[in-house]
């Protein structure tokens, strides 16, 4: 079939898809502080689920579309909801929302659910169970 742009072969460059997942590896980070960890001036690394939940903490500390750096499926759009003055049930219907979106763009993530929103004065205390290709968890994160 011919392409009205007859110059672009589409396949080059493309990557093969493939089903398997690479192991998932991040560096380790300390929440409390929110800095990486440091072991004799290395990084240190953690894998699977221990490497998702850094992954997830990053994702719903990151403002979604604000960092070319990041594509636009990464980050939340919780930012939005501020100054809103909407009814407390459809504000917190939000930010699960926008929890949800922000969690699940991660393929090693497969569902979240029993997600719980606390809004604070300056902060969403939120608590949800993941279930990753690695197994469950339990997250609760300060957003």
């Known amino acids: 079939?011919?392409?009205?742009?007859?110059?672009?072969?589409?396949?080059?460059?493309?990557?093969?898809?493939?089903?398997?997942?690479?192991?998932?590896?991040?560096?380790?980070?300390?929440?409390?502080?929110?800095?990486?960890?440091?072991?004799?001036?290395?990084?240190?690394?953690?894998?699977?689920?221990?490497?998702?939940?850094v992954w997830i903490y990053k994702a719903l500390k990151t403002e979604r579309y604000k960092y070319t750096i990041y594509s636009w499926n990464y980050g939340n759009e919780l930012e939005r909801l501020?100054?809103?003055?909407?009814?407390?049930?459809?504000?917190?219907?939000?930010?699960?929302?926008?929890?949800?979106?922000?969690i699940l763009s991660n393929p090693y993530i497969n569902s979240i659910s029993n997600i719980t929103v606390s809004p604070d004065s300056d902060k969403i205390n939120a608590s949800f169970e993941v279930k990753t290709i690695y197994g469950n968890m339990e997250v609760n994160a300060i957003v």
């Open 1 to 53: 079939m011919s392409s009205i742009f007859p110059f672009l072969n589409s396949n080059i460059d493309r990557p093969q898809a493939t089903n398997e997942l690479k192991l998932f590896e991040e560096i380790a980070w300390d929440f409390e502080n929110n800095t990486p960890l440091i072991v004799d001036g290395e990084f240190k690394k953690v894998q699977k689920n221990d490497a998702l939940k």
């Open 82 to 102: 501020i100054g809103t003055n909407n009814y407390p049930e459809m504000i917190k219907s939000q930010m699960i929302r926008y929890i949800n979106e922000a």
